[in-house]
């Protein structure tokens, strides 16, 4: 069982910073793939960025150049920086992990933390 759990949301205006935490209940990188998903009221949920097993890196059209992912091992944490942020990056960011990475892909993992809001305004 992985229990992930997300920090650092917050509101902030255009063009600032933000940077999320998602902490797992253990050392999950190596075994599993590891996401971020957002869904803004009324939209549905869509996958922002991905960290594969061998560290590889994926982001959605939308946020790239913008957002970069980086991991602490000791800390079980894999952070989601997230730069000149516009009103539509808005939402409830989750955090979700597998250990089949097409699950998290499809954003059908098996393991979500619970979210932590961003507004931008």
């Known amino acids: 069982q992985v229990q992930l759990v997300e920090s650092g949301g917050g509101s902030v205006q255009a063009g600032e910073s933000l940077k999320l935490s998602c902490t797992a209940s253990?050392?999950?990188?190596?075994?599993?793939?590891v996401a971020w998903f957002r869904q803004a009221p009324g939209k549905e949920r869509e996958g922002v960025a991905l960290?594969?097993?061998?560290?590889?890196?994926k982001f959605a059209d939308s946020v790239k150049g913008r957002f970069t992912l980086s991991k602490d091992n000791d800390k079980n944490t894999l952070y989601l920086q997230m730069n000149s942020l516009k009103p539509e990056d808005a939402g409830m960011y989750y955090c979700?992990?597998?250990?089949?990475?097409?699950?998290?892909?499809?954003?059908?993992?098996?393991?979500w933390g619970q979210g932590t809001q961003v507004t931008v305004s």
């Open positions: 253990g050392n999950i990188f190596k075994t599993h793939c």
């Open positions: 960290i594969d097993r061998d560290g590889t890196r």
């Open positions: 979700a992990a597998d250990t089949v990475c097409e699950s998290v892909v499809m954003g059908r993992a098996t393991y």
